[in-house]
């Protein structure tokens, strides 16, 4: 099992460890602050030094109960080997203030329209969110976004919770969520508390606060079928 330092602190940038396996699907180490892609977050990119030189990292992803870094030159890794992996951070902050930014926009829809969300993805910077609404016009798009940039500034911690799974069942928030929807053989529940606003079962990166997501645009909105409207939104 790969230590995955990101689910603890997503302000780690680098890591000391040690490769386990070098597999065609990837490279495994023993401990890794690159994030692996799920949730509709991308996985990290950076690079893994070695004594005596270094390898891009291009993707992280996860499969089969591993973490697989995929590097541009796997030969150059070998089992055993000490390295130190470095995400590429300024891709990943930003990341973190999207997906920040996101779980902010779910929970001003929910108490402000009593929408929820039926599905959504991200890249650093943009996003798309898709809302359980009859109906989403460019004016209401106009009316979230400044409800949303007013809430933002508010400074709202996000505080990473650990819960167990009967708790988690039981969080009204949670269940809007679909946290039942994670696999029985989960039983703790990671939960990012965007304390006051929203509150969701998620395994991504985060920022501390709605201050460090700074100001959001919604540039589109979108009908994806009846009662799924889409939102797309952008980092300024």
Same mark, same amino acid.
Do not use: C
């Given at each position: 099992?790969?230590?995955?330092?990101?689910?603890?602190?997503?302000?780690?940038?680098?890591?000391?460890g040690?490769?386990?396996?070098?597999?065609?699907?990837?490279?495994?180490?023993?401990?890794?602050?690159?994030?692996?892609?799920?949730?509709?977050?991308?996985?990290?990119?950076?690079?893994?030094r070695?004594?005596?030189?270094?390898?891009?990292? *291009?993707?992280?992803?996860?499969?089969?109960?591993?973490?697989?870094?995929?590097?541009?030159?796997?030969?150059?890794l070998?089992?055993?080997?000490?390295?130190?992996?470095?995400?590429?951070?300024?891709?990943?902050?930003? *990341?973190?203030?999207?997906? *920040?930014?996101?779980?902010?926009?779910?929970?001003?829809?929910?108490?402000?329209?009593?929408?929820?969300?039926?599905?959504?993805?991200?890249?650093?910077?943009?996003?798309?969110?898709?809302?359980?609404?009859?109906?989403?016009?460019?004016?209401?798009? %106009?009316?979230?976004?400044?409800?949303?940039?007013?809430?933002?500034?508010?400074?709202?911690?996000?505080?990473?919770?650990?819960?167990? %799974?009967?708790?988690?069942?039981?969080?009204?928030?949670?269940?809007?969520?679909?946290v039942?929807?994670?696999?029985?053989?989960?039983?703790?529940?990671?939960v990012?508390?965007?304390?006051?606003?929203?509150?969701?079962?998620?395994?991504? *990166?985060?920022? %501390?606060?709605?201050?460090e997501?700074?100001?959001?645009?919604?540039?589109?909105?979108?009908?994806?079928?009846?009662?799924?409207?889409?939102?797309?939104?952008?980092?300024?």
């Amino acid at each position: 099992m790969t230590d995955e330092i990101a689910g603890r602190d997503a302000y780690a940038a680098t890591a000391e460890g040690q490769v386990l396996e070098v597999l065609p699907e990837g490279v495994v180490l023993d401990r890794t602050v690159f994030y692996a892609r799920g949730g509709g977050q991308p996985g990290d990119i950076g690079i893994i030094r070695y004594d005596g030189g270094e390898v891009g990292v *291009t993707d992280t992803l996860r499969a089969g109960g591993k973490i697989f870094h995929i590097v541009d030159n796997s030969q150059l890794l070998e089992p055993g080997m000490a390295v130190e992996g470095r995400i590429d951070w300024d891709r990943r902050y930003l *990341t973190m203030r999207t997906h *920040t930014a996101l779980h902010a926009l779910s929970g001003v829809v929910w108490r402000d329209f009593g929408a929820k969300v039926t599905g959504g993805n991200m890249e650093p910077g943009v996003a798309r969110m898709d809302f359980e609404l009859e109906s989403m016009s460019v004016e209401f798009g %106009r009316e979230v976004e400044r409800i949303l940039n007013a809430e933002l500034v508010r400074g709202y911690p996000a505080e990473v919770l650990f819960l167990a %799974r009967e708790e988690a069942l039981k969080d009204p928030d949670l269940i809007r969520t679909k946290v039942n929807l994670i696999p029985d053989y989960v039983d703790e529940i990671r939960v990012i508390d965007i304390v006051g606003l929203d509150r969701q079962a998620d395994g991504g *990166t985060h920022v %501390r606060s709605t201050l460090e997501v700074g100001t959001v645009r919604v540039v589109k909105t979108e009908s994806k079928g009846k009662a799924n409207k889409r939102m797309r939104i952008e980092i300024a």
